[in-house]
Structure formats: C-alpha cells, structure tokens
C-alpha cells in the first residue's frame, strides 16, 4: 500500500510534534460519558458503549495501524488462499488488500468505528491467528443472563436456555445480578426454557448468523456453529462454564436479544426482551483521558525490542555462534475473546478422583467402570512448559497402576499452545516404535518467504544468531530427515515458487519441528493404550496445536474421532483451524529488530496504540495430500452426537456416554 507509506512519513513527524498519541484525542461532548462507568466492574452496554465511541477518529493513528497491518500481512501464509478459499470453506472468501484500502477510505466518526471496523474485517477471516486485537476496544464483553445450548430431547433436537441457568449466573458476581435486579429483570425464570425464536428468526438460522458475521476463529462454519452454545472448559487452570458467542459477544454493541421462549411447565409461547449487562475486564480508570492513558496509549509492551540487548551479544562470525540460552518456544493458538471466566458449578464438576498431574491444564481420571481412562487436555499452553509433559507421565503410570484398558482424550474448547507440546503429547500416545516408521513424525512446514523475511534470515544467520533469539534461524528446525540444519543453511532463499488463485506464492523450503530437543520425559517404546483403543471427543473448538495433534491421531493412526452438539444433521471438522505457527505483534517486531531491519523500507512502524495484530506465520502440510495445508484438508469427523440435558455441562456424565459408545 503505497499510499499508507508515504502518508505514514509525513503523518508521523506531525504526530512527534504534538504528541497525539501520548494522550487521548480530544473528546468534543458537554460531559465526559467514561466518568459514568468508572471504577464499575458491569455496565449497561449504552454507558459502556458512549465511553467506548468519545474518542473521535484520528486519521494519524489510522495510517500508524493500516501501514503496520498491510506489512505484516506480507508475512501471512494463507493470503493467496483467501482469493478463492476451497470447499468446504469457500465463506471466508475475502480480497485482503481491498479490505484495507476501503477501510483507508471509509470516513469514519470515532475512533471506536474505525478500530471495530478493522477487527471485523480480520474476524470475518476466520482465522483466530490472524487478527486485529485493539486493547482500547477489547474492555467491555457483553454477557446475556440467558445463555443457549442445543440439546437432544425426547429424540429431537432443540435449543434452550442453558438448564443449569441458576447455578451459573450467580458466579457470574453480585454486581452482575444487582444491576440485573435494579432493572426489575427476571431472568431466573429463563431456565431451562426451550427457545422458539431469536430475533424473529428459528434459533439454529440465528446460530448460523452468528457463526457467520461475529464468531470468527474457525475455518468451519460447523465449528463455529458450535462455538455460539454454552459449554464446559478449562480456564485458568479450573473447569469453566463458556457463555457461547450468542450471549457472550466481544463488543457492547447490542442492549438486548428478544427470544421467543416456552418457559418450563408452560405451554403458551412468550417473548421476552433479555438485556445484556457489560463486564469491564480493562485497566481501571476515572475519566477519559485516563481510560485512553491505561487502555489505549502504546506501552512498553506493546512493540517488540532487540532480543540481543542485554546480552552483552557483539557481531559475531556465523561459526562462533553465542553459547545456547533457553530456546524460544514456538505456539499455536487462537484467541478466546470471552475473557471473562466463570467457573462451571461445581456439582458439574466430575466426582471421580484426579490423578496425578491435574494441577494444571490437563484433568485425569478413570471412570467408575474401572477401565476407562480420561484425560481432558484443556490448553496446550501450561503455566509450566515441561510440567505438562511430566503431568502426561504421572497420570499414565497411574493408569497403568489402575489396570485401565482404553482412554479418551476430550479436546473441548482446547485453543491450541505449544506446537511441541502437541507433538509430545502424540508422541507419547503412539510410543517412539510407531515414530520410528514416519520420517519427521510431525508436519512438513513452511514459511513465507517475502522480501523482508529474507532479509532477516540472511542477517540472523550473518549475525551468528541461535534459537534463544529468534524464530528465524534455522537451527529451529530439522531437514525432512530429521536432522538439525545448521546456524549457516539459508532456508529460504532461494525460495520454492508456486500459482496460488492466480498469484505467486514464495514459500521456505519444508522443514520439520525439533521439538525432541525439548523432550524432558522419555517417550515409551511400546504404548500405553493399542490405537483401537484410544478415542478423541470434544465440541471442534479445538484450534492451533490442539487441532495439529487431532490430525496427527487421525492421519497417521486413524484414531476414533467423536464430535459433540452442532446442528441437527450437520458434519463438521473434527478440528478447528490449524496454523503452525503464530507470531504476535510484539514477535514479528522483536524478529525484525533483533535482525537490525528496524530502519528497512519495508518494515512496519512500532504502533502508537496498544494493540496486538498477530498472523499465522507458518504452514503445516497434510500427509494425506503434501500440497494442501492441513487448515485446508477437509476432515470431518466421523461420528456426531447431540449433546443432552445430562452432557452438554457436565464432562464425566458425557465421558461415560462416549466410553460406552466408542469401545466395543
């Protein structure tokens, strides 16, 4: 985008002059609406929304965005796919530099408009790795006291309001319920209600609308379907209760939802008006200008820095590369957007015992029938990196302590993680004997290879850089054989060429993960559990390195494969999109810098505004099919169930179902 480059210059000397974004724009309104809703943890959403649009559009600020979000769109794997995405995929469908030259033309009023206008845009990707993340606008979720779910009753397939409505609410907070209550709203008498209408529309068409303009996330549209229900999860290392896009949007757009309901024990439809009541989960803040300061002026940790300050690191010969430091730690995951986290009731919670290792994100158990095994890996983002490998090690001595002979993996609402976690845990599933028959057990992956991207690996590998600096280098990954290239092996260039919907695409060549460097527990030759005899269960939230893992089990095991709710006779993936890699904001900047490349025409600005816009940097490829990235392999699962009044919540009662269902 020429245009945003050379306004940019200009733009920014002006900016450094008076200091516009240091402080907030000047709000042209007779009283400050942000003073209203200070210090409030719940809002109604027309007060939190006024806060929200005050600060009027900057048109400095909006070059500083658009030339930072159209360089690192030069580093994003899947644009040229997006021309025409395939079947069944084909809704994501977007021209990406026409998204961004009409939103650097649209005259918009505040600042809001413009930064709302963009996430959409990178939303309606369907990429959760690939999107604008504003922290000025991410601050208020709307919450719906009337969360849904579909549900099998009586063999038929409806939605409701959420049976366990009064259990959950409540955890919600007091504050949320007392400005419930001060508007004389009911919402208690929602339980369990089956719901006619949404909107004026059947509830399914809405839940498809929903998937289809706010949901984001997921390639999928029958994942994302599911992703607008209610449903179990862990957060924070706890089950969590997830509001479901329909009553838990990102935004305090809407004031209300209007539901056509048939409440329990009647017979007569209703229509009732439901409010959505705002949860604050930004920095505290007393007005305007200080709301601006703490939630929307760039900090320090908003641009990325020069991995090598500190180091005491000098220009080096690539042949006296600096000692090794601590590896940088490759992840792929998605974003949640409903930040707020409510805790599954607890009498939801399973009864059985926890086995070892369920402190952090995986919860082990063996089911009462004695011979089923439960691991519910919830992230494969831990607190502890190598904790979640010895956590995988405790729970399986105690399975096999217990004598249990089959196991299911529920990967429910799992958003991805630590690429190497994800081939750890399939690692030590399959046993290091069945590894030993794939060459490179995870996928071929490649990056893209544009102009700058080159540059940084020919100054990386100039520089004498390693692995604890940065992503580029090549000592990151393995030859197809397994084997580590060396600091010197310029991977990219020359790059690998091919016609992508009419375009170029420039590509590394394909390379594998070294995640056994990483291995601090030995995998088991032989496995726990024969293939047969491992089931993976879940909703299809399951994004990044969660959904690399579900395709290794299925590509290279054939492992059973059960998905949970969607529509009524639908089939979607088992897995939701899978990006190799992920790099935020703060990543691809820190790349650049540590590359000394700051100062190259082609490098995008530090932004002036604290904000994440974070892209899919690599490509994983598919092993039934070595030209198709996995995100675009059409896999869905075999087997759907609906889920019941008795499943949907709670993880053991559906765990038991699926045991007695998969196993022969």
């Excluded at 409510?342 to 086995?355: A, M």
Aim: hydrophobic share 40%; aromatic share 12%; charged share 15%.
């Amino acid at each position: 985008m020429v245009l945003l480059a050379g306004r940019f210059a200009a733009l920014v000397a002006l900016l450094s002059l008076s200091g516009a974004a240091l402080s907030a724009p000047a709000v042209h309104v007779a009283a400050d609406p942000c003073v209203k809703v200070a210090g409030k943890q719940f809002a109604f959403p027309a007060d939190a929304l006024a806060c929200l649009k005050s600060f009027p559009f900057n048109e400095t600020l909006r070059q500083n965005v658009l030339t930072v979000v159209d360089r690192v769109f030069n580093f994003y794997t899947f644009e040229d796919f997006y021309l025409h995405s395939p079947p069944p995929f084909q809704d994501s469908t977007t021209n990406i530099r026409a998204q961004l030259q009409r939103i650097n033309s649209t005259k918009y009023k505040t600042d809001y408009d413009f930064n709302h206008d963009l996430f959409e845009f990178t939303n309606q990707l369907n990429d959760g790795h690939t999107r604008w993340l504003p922290s000025c606008y991410e601050t208020y979720q709307n919450l719906l006291p009337a969360p849904v779910v579909t549900l099998e009753q009586n063999g038929v397939e409806s939605v409701f309001v959420a049976p366990d409505l009064l259990e959950f609410i409540p955890l919600v907070g007091s504050g949320y319920t007392d400005l419930l209550a001060s508007i004389g709203f009911d919402w208690q008498r929602l339980a369990g209600a089956r719901v006619l209408a949404i909107e004026g529309q059947d509830p399914y068409a809405y839940a498809d609308f929903i998937a289809a303009t706010q949901s984001g996330n997921y390639l999928d549209h029958g994942v994302r379907v599911n992703s607008v229900f209610s449903s179990y999860r862990i957060s924070g290392n706890d089950f969590s209760q997830r509001f479901g896009d329909i009553a838990g949007p990102a935004f305090p757009d809407l004031q209300s939802l209007t539901m056509t309901l048939q409440l329990v024990n009647s017979t007569k439809p209703e229509t009732v008006k439901v409010p959505f009541i705002s949860s604050f989960a930004g920095v505290a803040f007393t007005n305007g200008a200080d709301y601006w300061a703490n939630n929307c002026a760039a900090n320090d940790e908003t641009n990325g820095v020069d991995n090598k300050s500190g180091s005491q690191f000098g220009r080096l010969a690539a042949s006296d590369a600096p000692p090794q430091k601590t590896r940088k730690l490759a992840k792929a995951n998605v974003v949640d957007l409903q930040a707020v986290s409510v805790g599954l009731p607890s009498q939801f919670e399973p009864t059985v015992p926890t086995l070892s290792g369920s402190e952090g994100v995986i919860k082990s158990y063996v089911l009462p029938d004695n011979k089923t095994g439960v691991m519910f890996v919830g992230s494969f983002e831990p607190d502890d990196f190598n904790g979640f490998q010895t956590d995988v090690q405790s729970a399986f001595k105690e399975f096999e302590q217990a004598g249990v002979s089959q196991l299911i993996v529920d990967l429910t609402n799992n958003g991805g993680g630590f690429v190497c976690l994800g081939q750890f845990l399939h690692a030590f599933l399959t046993g290091s004997k069945s590894l030993g028959n794939f060459q490179n057990p995870g996928f071929q992956s490649t990056l893209r290879a544009n102009p700058l991207a080159q540059k940084i690996v020919a100054s990386d590998i100039a520089l004498g850089l390693n692995a604890s600096f940065s992503f580029y280098t090549p000592d990151n990954y393995d030859f197809l054989n397994d084997t580590q290239m060396p600091l010197t092996d310029n991977f990219v260039n020359p790059p690998t060429t091919r016609t992508i919907n009419g375009q170029q695409f420039a590509e590394s060549q394909r390379f594998g993960d070294t995640c056994e460097l990483g291995f601090v527990v030995d995998i088991p030759e032989e496995p726990f559990f024969p293939p047969d005899k491992i089931a993976i269960v879940g909703n299809a939230n399951c994004a990044s390195t969660c959904a690399m893992f579900s395709t290794l089990m299925n590509e290279r095991h054939n492992t059973t494969i059960a998905n949970f709710g969607g529509k009524p006779g639908s089939t979607f993936q088992f897995k939701g999109m899978a990006g190799n890699q992920v790099l935020e904001w703060f990543d691809i900047d820190s790349e650049i810098k540590t590359a000394n490349l700051k100062d190259d025409p082609l490098a995008p600005p530090d932004l002036l505004v604290n904000a994440d816009f974070r892209h899919n940097w690599r490509i994983a490829y598919s092993f039934l099919d070595e030209t198709t990235p996995i995100e675009y392999k059409s896999e869905p699962a075999r087997i759907r169930f609906p889920y019941t009044a008795d499943t949907y919540n709670n993880p053991q009662n559906l765990w038991t179902f699926a045991a007695s269902k998969l196993f022969s």
